[in-house]
């Protein structure tokens, strides 16, 4: 899983894809999560970074992070290697 | 640095919903770095808004309509000249392109420099053509074919699946999922615009679009590629943005290279699983040129440039992300201007 280098995104949650113009807009959480991916941070220590920092469950955070990472795959986000 | 005074000549003063290329091409001429220019508008109908703007247009004249033939064209422009002395000669319509390309020496003769494609070039390109200039040149064309009559419509299953594209020689285009819907199109478009009728696979795929300029010997002067976000129902782009994709810059010159295209055009092409399909060339700038202008490409300038044979170089640059947004906007005017425009003809 690699961070697609072209996808430019700002620091309120807007990512442009400048390649095809598409716009999208995440929320700060989804935005912190695509820095530790751009940061190089494997599934597992997101995980656990979440976990320690917002009152969720692993089981509850676990499959809303793996919906997102889909997601940003199928937007061209994230690069699925 | 002080600028060079000329006289440009335009149409396509039509800034309506379906936005004829002038008032951009002139807005892109008035932020010309290099020429201080007087506009003069030549228009078909007396509301062509161009004609009112006069901040944009200094003085326009009605024009006979293409189908008057080219004498009668010839003859109003020499009248027109006589008065404004005309250095160089934007046409921006697709219909009166022949008129002009083939008046070009006899415009050239009274002063009036031009820089079109050639009718070679024009040809070529045209829609009932185009899928043999896909083969000619090697570039991704879907599949096309001319029909002269309704009955035509109910043979195309042989060669096509539904849901197909039906298109005028010159202008508009449906998607149509039945023979029922083509004889629909075919009835519409064909009575507006004549025959043929063209015929093409739709392929399903993200519409982008560029505006480039060859200088005529195979070299690209510029061209800038643009995504559409917001089309109206005649298809047009009401706002867009302008994108980073060297494949389709890459393709955008191979077409100007093998072609040696001389003058403005504009790619319609589907990106279709990493595939680039030409759908259309349009031969000359497009309404949205103004967009390139304000990412850093003066195209219009360089065009005028290219007509007096100064010499140009090549733009590679570009902002990516630079988006235009399209609005309506009403212009009050005195019914003496319109009276004026009416009766004589020039305003």
Redesign the interface.
Known sequence: MKFNN?I?ISDSGFI?D?????SFSTNPIGLEIIKLIKEGKSLDEILTFILEKYEVTATVLSKILDEFITTLIQLNILIDE | MSREQITVATTGLNNIDNPGPGIPVIRGLRESKSFKVRIVGLAYENLEPGIYMHKLVDKSYQIPYPSAGSEAMLKRLNYINSIERIDVLIPNFDAELYTFIRSSTRLQRMGIKTFLPTLNQLEERSKPFLYEFGKKYDILVPYSRSIFSEKDIYTLTKDFEYPVLVKGKFYDAYVAHSPEQALIYFRRISSKWGLPIIIQQFVQG?EVNVVALGDGKGNTIGAVP??K?YITDKGKAWS??????EKLLKLTREIIGKTEWRGGMELEIIKSKNKYYLLEINPRLPAWVYLAVGAGQNLPEALIKLALGMDVKPMEKYD??KLFIRYSYEMITNLEEFEKLTQFGEL
């Not at chain 1, 400048?18 to 598409?22: C, I, M, Q, R, V």
């Not at chain 2, 867009?240 to 994709?245: A, C, E, L, R, S």
Request: hydrophobic share 35%; aromatic share 4%; no cysteine.
């Open positions: 072209k430019a442009f400048p390649t095809t113009g598409e | 993200t643009m995504r976000l867009g943005i302008t994108i980073d994709d990516i992300g």
